[in-house]
């Protein structure tokens, strides 16, 4: 994920507004599903897990509001850079990096342990996606937990493919069922809204608020955000207002859904 320049207000660290085109919506997401988490096991600090982390983008600034972060990531290079991210923000010592990815998740790091689980950028590049969210759901607290899941959108790859005047590889990638576009897609896997819907709710969780993501960022030219005032913040405003509309979301180049595990009865556990 690109690097974020970030600001501070009450509700704790922000994206710039460059960062806000491709994750504000998600930011202000996972702040109020912190809040609320936090409310509900009357914990200020929370334990979190990012996985495929990577240089810690979005787990620094959550240490940032107080919580412990687990992130788990193939990479060496990503944790030496998380590393040293979480020392220059001075929150080394609520971030913990882990070598490995969701085959092996419950390898290296304990199993029903975390309070919100991050699941973002992973699950359109594992073999078996809906095994990969399986793994990623039993990391949660059986007591009930949020997971949040950030994913490649098809609408986005067949909109963007048009545009670019690709027409016979946009119609591939609405009729695939993955949502590639041909051999030499770099992404494997894609996904609608009702598509991720389903495959949350076949993990065991209850699948909740969803927002488009870059549902114009990667289409405007940049020249004309660039040069333009205010053009950056008022196309940020633009995303953020958009997110929640389901027309949208169908042309979003990235999808966030918020699902949640319900508590197991005791009887049960």
Known sequence: MPSESRVRDAGGP?????AALRTGVVWDVLRQALLRRAAATGRSALDVLDTGGGSGSFAVPVAGLGHRVTVVDPSPDALFA?????????????????????????????????????CHGVLEYVDDPAAGLRAVAGALRPDGGTLSVLTAGVGGAVLSRALAGRFSEASRALDDPAGRWGDADPVPHRFTVDGLRELIGAAGLRPGEVHGVRIFADLVPGALVDTEPDALRALARLEAEAAGLPAFQAIAGRLHVLAERLATPSGER
């Open 82 to 118: 998380l590393e040293r991210r979480a020392a220059e923000q001075g929150v080394a010592e609520r971030v913990r990096g882990v070598q490995g990815d969701t085959h092996d998740l419950h390898d290296v790091v304990e199993s029903g342990a975390f309070d919100l689980v991050l």
């Open 14 to 18: 922000v994206p710039g507004p460059h």
